[in-house]
């Protein structure tokens, strides 16, 4: 099964369950069915697909896919030197988003945390998926209730980000 279909239908189950904490949505209260695949009582959905990864293996492993993969230590936190990118400072609104303390984060991980959140919400209009149907945390982030997928960086570098020099 796809990966994206797992997370897919991992999702249908947390909603049908009632699983989502009321208060932050992002964050999922695991049942004991839960915390066998995740190892936890509880867990965020940016975090999820790090616990599902031990769960998940690719049936025909290629170059291409094995190079976009980021390398970090489990449950360390730590990025080892393979990673690349700019290094940006994050404003306060955005690691609220993301749940996080750090004010500064890697650009493809931004990149990635907000593509991720799209998908799980299904939020790409279904007539044309280079747009974006923002939510109402999504709107405190864009400012609009629609985003064309290419304007998000430009959106995120004039709102929340500061490059390092």
């Not at 976009?68 to 290094?87: A, C, I, M, Q, Y």
């Not at 749940?99 to 907000?114: A, D, F, K, P, W």
Request: proline residues 4%; charged residues 30%; contains cysteine.
């Amino acid at each position: 099964m796809p990966r994206t279909e797992i997370v897919r239908q991992l999702w249908a189950y947390i909603r049908k369950n009632n699983l989502q904490d009321p208060n932050n949505k992002r964050k999922i209260i695991c049942n004991d069915e839960l915390r066998l695949v995740f190892e936890t009582d509880c867990t965020d959905m940016f975090k999820m697909n790090k616990l599902l990864a031990k769960h998940i293996s690719s049936m025909e492993p290629t170059k291409a896919s094995e190079s976009k993969k980021l390398k970090v230590e489990p449950d360390s936190g730590v990025r080892s030197s393979t990673e690349t990118g700019p290094s940006v400072k994050i404003s306060e609104e955005l690691a609220n988003f993301f749940g996080v303390s750090e004010s500064e984060m890697l650009q493809s991980e931004i990149t990635r945390r907000i593509w991720e959140y799209i998908n799980v919400n299904q939020l790409q209009d279904p007539r044309n998926t280079m747009v974006i149907l923002c939510d109402a945390k999504l709107q405190e982030i864009f400012g609009c209730e629609r985003i064309q997928a290419l304007g998000i960086p430009e959106v995120l570098a004039q709102r929340h980000l500061i490059r390092r020099s």
